[in-house]
């Protein structure tokens, strides 16, 4: 997942980093998270936090802030008057901090190891009744709620959460529709601020963005830090794809490690069910494939090989939502039309083509009015450069890479995690 900083009340996505608790890999530790009371209230198996997490080179900001006191002031105390030591007003924290992006991208994971750090940081009164954040999927906290209305003891339900160092909920989106609870939330939210006690919020979709929720919870939610957590880049993919190859017992080579890399573009969940689905075909296909060799790219191809019609199949998806993107028709994206829209959505499409589908130059030149080879890989090698260099790219090719990563998220789904390659 990649993180992208954010000011007080701002969001924004310009320098991303990524992050993942690699000992998190091997299996689900948060799938029951939140269903009973221990479970609901213990972070401790999440402890060790931030020091496990690896990333992508630009992750200098999960890197600089390995010490506990360095992240809290990160998170909490960079403040107005810290930037202008003559404002009036007086420092207030960065509080709710809001992790939002698709699933799978490892917001709960990250979030449980921030509210822990933050939280340990923090001095504890010596009459402190727990010194462990209270953690609640939205689920759990509409249940808790409601039962505490039922059994008329809200109080108890707000002194047990403003006597923890925090509060953690997970999937805020669950409170659609439940007004009551939303607006409970609202102020545990403004009481734990004025206790200057953190408060950390998981969701799907920005603040800004996300209509099913109450203006005043949206209000409190857009006054700290947003935070956008994003599938990991390549580099951090190919950790990944190193560490699952040993968790699953999966070797590969180092050629279809980075082939892999390269085409998946997806959650760590996602990477996890292609080792499963790999190790899955290797068994049934076990005495024809090579035995305690690591997988090559030709055993790839025997293993991943898709029928010509589902190839087509996929290559015209791939080309329609193309072409949607850009408001035009498949026609006019597969002309010889020189126009500068449809060149750089010619362009977006070969590459998408060429890296998720590994169609060959001479195949993709024939979907689009029998071009020559050359002359596709010229196009090819034009964007893979623009696309793969994106940390230090211009505004324009920023954008660029945003919208293939977005295209990219949108077909894997649309292709339900299918590997193909054509050697």
Not at 97 to 124: N, P
Not at 187 to 209: A, C, H, N, W, Y
Not at 253 to 280: C, G, Y
Request: contains cysteine.
């Amino acid at each position: 997942m990649s993180i992208g900083t954010a000011n007080s009340g701002l969001e924004s996505s310009d320098s991303s980093v990524f992050g993942i608790p690699l000992n998190h890999l091997n299996r689900s530790r948060f799938e029951d998270w939140g269903q009973s009371v221990d479970k609901a209230d213990s972070v401790s198996v999440f402890v060790g936090g931030l020091d496990e997490f690896i990333g992508d080179a630009n992750n200098r900001m999960l890197r600089c802030l390995t010490k506990a006191e360095q992240f809290f002031a990160a998170a909490l105390l960079v403040t107005q008057s810290q930037s202008d030591p003559d404002a009036d007003e007086p420092a207030r924290t960065l509080s709710p901090m809001v992790l939002y992006g698709e699933t799978g991208t490892g917001k709960t994971s990250l979030a449980l190891s921030l509210v822990s750090r933050i939280c340990a940081s923090m001095d504890h009164p010596e009459d402190a009744t727990s010194d462990r954040p209270v953690c609640f999927a939205g689920s759990e906290f509409f249940r808790r709620y409601v039962a505490a209305m039922d059994r008329q003891s809200l109080g108890e339900f707000r002194q047990r959460i403003f006597d923890s160092p925090g509060i953690l909920i997970d999937n805020i989106g669950q409170l659609e529709g439940k007004l009551g609870a939303q607006r409970e939330l609202v102020f545990l939210i403004d009481q734990l601020d004025r206790l200057g006690k953190p408060v950390v919020i998981t969701m799907q979709s920005s603040p800004l963005e996300a209509n099913h929720l109450l203006p005043q919870l949206l209000s409190r939610l857009g006054g700290g830090i947003a935070l956008p957590v994003l599938p990991p880049g390549i580099d951090a993919r190919r950790k990944i794809i190193s560490r699952l190859s040993e968790i699953h017992r999966t070797p590969l080579d180092s050629e279809a490690a980075e082939w892999v890399a390269r085409r998946m573009t997806v959650s760590v969940p996602k990477l996890n069910h292609f080792f499963i689905q790999l190790k899955t075909e290797l068994k049934s296909n076990g005495d024809s494939l090579p035995n305690g060799k690591p997988i090559d790219m030709s055993t790839l191809g025997l293993l991943f090989r898709q029928d010509e019609s589902t190839i087509d199949a996929m290559a015209c998806r791939i080309i329609e939502t193309v072409a949607d993107e850009f408001d035009m028709t498949t026609t006019v994206l597969c002309s010889n039309s020189r126009k500068q829209t449809v060149v750089m959505a010619r362009g977006v499409a070969i590459w998408l083509l060429r890296t998720m589908l590994g169609l060959s130059y001479h195949a993709i030149g024939t979907l689009f009015g029998n071009r020559d080879h050359t002359t596709i890989l010229h196009a090819f090698q034009k964007y893979d450069s623009l696309i793969e260099t994106e940390t230090d790219s211009a505004e324009s090719n920023a954008s660029l890479c945003n919208l293939v990563r977005t295209l990219q998220l949108r077909l894997n789904d649309t292709f339900a995690g299918q590997m193909t390659l054509i050697p």
